[in-house]
């Protein structure tokens, strides 16, 4: 090796190093501190204890605010996922007056109208409508913001569903609604998977529209009630956030596993899927 | 009910299959079909989209007389928007969190990142990926937790790892920890697109750069980039648009301390909520709608040129 190739070597791995420390090391509080008997900010080595899950059980609101969140997460993925698949189906398979406009629509809308800009006439509407505490009515906020990525990724699927099955199906005599249940829907599962754990995990991390919209306790789901957990000193409760937090990324990240090994990491213009 | 539809009946060769309606649906049935979603979506994001406007042209507030009542007061909010010192800070904070964190962090250590894990051991690179795949995935209250156990004053782990505690990050210098965090937080994006990207340089003339003697640097400028310069700059537009409505750094810092990191989102937010002013803060979201439209028409007219 030559002085030039081990500079550059040496550069290579420190590269490397410094890359993996800066995303790895805020990720291990983590790891640790869900177990430590006496859990602060900063890294250490635990001094293993489950007492601190203990707690987090006995919390008043932890266990009930993920069941919220599951509440949301249904509604809210249910919605988006049904109503995205009978949209893309339409639109892949007929030349309904006026589509591309509306694809362009959908894809402009998707990145355009987020909740940021939208929090105040959505904040307005629920306000007014009497809905603020409402979990199935947020839901229903959640899908409205989701649906034109879902039809737009899911019309991509549906599209490389071949034909010939739809005419062999029609040709014996099934109806489109037989069609639509029993050919094209199995066929395009990996798209339609894709897309229920695409909303599923939106929703779960969604923050700001529960917050805005969900302003009690007992209907607020995880994410917005892991911003307010303090001991009775008024300061972060250290004993329940780190295990919270654990508990409720866990499904997020498995969803992601899950999807991953099974379909392939696909990588949708800009969403996560 | 269902008859052939036009296109079936067509004789003319139809050169695109997806104009053939296979199914049987029918133009009716179809309508049937698409109608229920297009209804969430015109109740929850056109019609927001469109009062925006008109709330932010009303004094319409949370409480006081003008909650029950709100009068129109036509430009009033813009006008009042122009000389007011906070929003201008606000402004100033976003574009200060775009480049920093958007156009300059995430595209340069996602394009680095793509660019030296090509050649990577198989190990290190899956490591890598993984880490940096993580940080974008958890959910943003838990990826606020870390930071703010990554950068408190007295136990923080930075500052345990410099051997200085005492450094408050986000009191102290709040924007550069928001766009260190930010940077954390979305390179995964530009990574994965970068990845892809490079897969359509042609081997062929990387060998050629390299037998000639061209310095990492000189390959990536002179061959790398010609080819990939379309993929910067939608990149660079999506992770902007982004960046720019990012609520996250409202659970680091919500705009602390004293308006330091205040960016647009969280001014929005403040205004709305906290002072209750609905109409000005309607007024401020209509100015960010229009950015927000201009940035996405800009990225689908070059999607379009692409393709």
């Given at each position: 090796?030559?002085?030039?190739?081990?500079?550059?070597?040496?550069?290579?791995?420190?590269?490397?190093?410094?890359?993996?420390?800066?995303?790895?090391?805020?990720?291990?509080?983590?790891?640790?501190?869900?177990?430590?008997?006496?859990?602060?900010?900063?890294?250490?080595?635990?001094?293993?204890?489950?007492?601190?899950?203990?707690?987090?059980?006995?919390?008043?609101?932890?266990?009930?605010?993920?069941?919220?969140?599951?509440?949301?997460?249904?509604?809210?993925?249910?919605?988006?996922?049904?109503?995205?698949?009978?949209?893309?189906?339409?639109?892949?398979?007929?030349?309904?007056?006026?589509?591309?406009?509306?694809?362009?629509?959908?894809?402009?809308?998707?990145?355009?109208?987020?909740?940021?800009?939208?929090?105040?006439?959505?904040?307005?509407?629920?306000?007014?409508?009497?809905?603020?505490?409402?979990?199935?009515?947020?839901?229903?906020?959640?899908?409205?913001?989701?649906?034109?990525?879902?039809?737009?990724?899911?019309?991509?699927?549906?599209?490389?569903?071949?034909?010939?099955?739809?005419?062999?199906?029609?040709?014996?005599?099934?109806?489109?609604?037989?069609?639509?249940?029993?050919?094209?829907?199995?066929?395009?599962?990996?798209?339609?998977?894709?897309?229920?754990?695409?909303?599923?995990?939106?929703?779960?991390?969604?923050?700001?529209?529960?917050?805005?919209?969900?302003?009690?306790?007992?209907?607020?789901?995880?994410?917005?009630?892991?911003?307010?957990?303090?001991?009775?000193?008024?300061?972060?409760?250290?004993?329940?956030?780190?295990?919270?937090?654990?508990?409720?990324?866990?499904?997020?990240?498995?969803?992601?596993?899950?999807?991953?090994?099974?379909?392939?990491?696909?990588?949708?213009?800009?969403?996560?899927? | 009910?269902?008859?052939?539809?036009?296109?079936?009946?067509?004789?003319?060769?139809?050169?695109?299959?997806?104009?053939?309606?296979?199914?049987?649906?029918?133009?009716?049935?179809?309508?049937?079909?698409?109608?229920?979603?297009?209804?969430?979506?015109?109740?929850?994001?056109?019609?927001?989209?469109?009062?925006?406007?008109?709330?932010?042209?009303?004094?319409?507030?949370?409480?006081?007389?003008?909650?029950?009542?709100?009068?129109?007061?036509?430009?009033?909010?813009?006008?009042?928007a122009l000389d007011d010192g906070l929003f201008g800070n606000a402004l100033w904070l976003t574009l200060l969190y775009v480049i920093g964190?958007?156009?300059?962090?995430?595209?340069?250590?996602?394009?680095?990142?793509?660019?030296?894990?090509?050649?990577?051991?198989?190990?290190?690179?899956?490591?890598?990926?993984?880490?940096?795949?993580?940080?974008?995935?958890?959910?943003?209250?838990?990826?606020?937790?870390?930071?703010?156990?990554?950068?408190?004053?007295?136990?923080?782990?930075?500052?345990?790892?410099?051997?200085?505690?005492?450094?408050?990050?986000?009191?102290?210098?709040?924007?550069?920890?928001?766009?260190?965090?930010?940077?954390?937080?979305?390179?995964?994006?530009?990574?994965?697109?970068?990845?892809?990207?490079?897969?359509?340089?042609?081997?062929?003339?990387?060998?050629?750069?390299?037998?000639?003697?061209?310095?990492?640097?000189?390959?990536?400028?002179?061959?790398?980039?010609?080819?990939?310069?379309?993929?910067?700059?939608?990149?660079?537009?999506?992770?902007?648009?982004?960046?720019?409505?990012?609520?996250?750094?409202?659970?680091?810092?919500?705009?602390?301390?004293?308006?330091?990191?205040?960016?647009?989102?969280?001014?929005?937010?403040?205004?709305?909520?906290?002072?209750?002013?609905?109409?000005?803060?309607?007024?401020?979201?209509?100015?960010?709608?229009?950015?927000?439209?201009?940035?996405?028409?800009?990225?689908?007219?070059?999607?379009?040129?692409?393709?």
């Open positions: 090796m030559t002085a030039g190739q081990v500079v550059r070597r040496t550069g290579y791995v420190a590269f490397m190093a410094v890359v993996l420390a800066f995303f790895a090391v805020p990720m291990l509080w983590l790891a640790s501190a869900p177990f430590d008997s006496d859990p602060g900010l900063g890294l250490q080595w635990p001094d293993w204890t489950l007492h601190n899950w203990q707690a987090t059980f006995d919390h008043p609101y932890a266990l009930g605010s993920l069941v919220n969140s599951v509440v949301l997460c249904v509604v809210a993925t249910a919605v988006t996922t049904v109503l995205a698949t009978l949209a893309a189906y339409a639109l892949s398979r007929v030349r309904i007056p006026g589509r591309d406009a509306l694809l362009y629509l959908l894809l402009l809308l998707s990145s355009v109208v987020t909740g940021t800009a939208a929090m105040v006439p959505i904040f307005v509407m629920m306000f007014q409508l009497g809905l603020i505490n409402s979990q199935y009515a947020t839901g229903l906020v959640i899908a409205g913001g989701m649906l034109p990525a879902a039809i737009f990724i899911l019309k991509d699927f549906i599209d490389s569903v071949p034909r010939s099955y739809e005419e062999s199906a029609r040709v014996f005599g099934a109806s489109p609604t037989q069609v639509l249940l029993h050919v094209v829907l199995p066929v395009a599962r990996p798209g339609i998977a894709t897309i229920l754990v695409w909303a599923f995990v939106q929703a779960w991390g969604n923050f700001l529209l529960p917050f805005l919209l969900l302003r009690d306790v007992e209907a607020q789901p995880a994410a917005v009630l892991l911003t307010t957990l303090k001991d009775e000193g008024g300061s972060a409760n250290l004993t329940v956030i780190p295990v919270f937090s654990l508990l409720y990324a866990v499904p997020v990240v498995a969803l992601y596993l899950f999807v991953s090994k099974r379909y392939g990491f696909r990588f949708h213009g800009g969403i996560k899927a | 009910m269902v008859s052939a539809p036009p296109a079936e009946a067509a004789p003319k060769p139809r050169r695109d299959p997806g104009n053939r309606d296979t199914a049987g649906l029918g133009v009716g049935r179809a309508v049937g079909f698409l109608a229920p979603g297009m209804l969430l979506i015109g109740i929850f994001l056109i019609f927001p989209a469109l009062w925006t406007i008109y709330i932010g042209l009303t004094n319409y507030s949370l409480t006081g007389t003008a909650s029950t009542s709100p009068a129109f007061v036509g430009l009033d909010n813009f006008a009042e964190s958007a156009v300059l962090g995430q595209n340069i250590l996602g394009f680095a990142l793509a660019w030296f894990l090509r050649g990577a051991r198989p190990w290190l690179r899956r490591t890598v990926e993984a880490f940096v795949l993580l940080s974008w995935i958890l959910p943003s209250v838990v990826v606020a937790y870390l930071w703010i156990a990554l950068l408190d004053r007295d136990g923080g782990t930075l500052g345990a790892l410099l051997g200085s505690p005492g450094t408050a990050w986000l009191v102290e210098y709040p924007m550069a920890s928001l766009i260190v965090f930010n940077t954390w937080r979305g390179t995964a994006f530009s990574m994965m697109l970068y990845g892809s990207a490079l897969a359509v340089v042609p081997p062929s003339q990387l060998e050629t750069a390299r037998s000639v003697g061209a310095s990492g640097w000189q390959t990536v400028r002179d061959v790398v980039f010609p080819h990939i310069r379309g993929h910067v700059l939608t990149n660079t537009l999506l992770i902007s648009l982004w960046t720019a409505n990012d609520f996250t750094s409202f659970l680091l810092t919500a705009g602390g301390p004293n308006h330091e990191s205040e960016t647009v989102p969280v001014f929005i937010y403040r205004q709305a909520i906290s002072s209750g002013r609905l109409g000005y803060a309607a007024a401020i979201s209509f100015l960010l709608l229009l950015v927000n439209l201009v940035v996405a028409l800009v990225y689908l007219l070059l999607l379009r040129k692409r393709s």
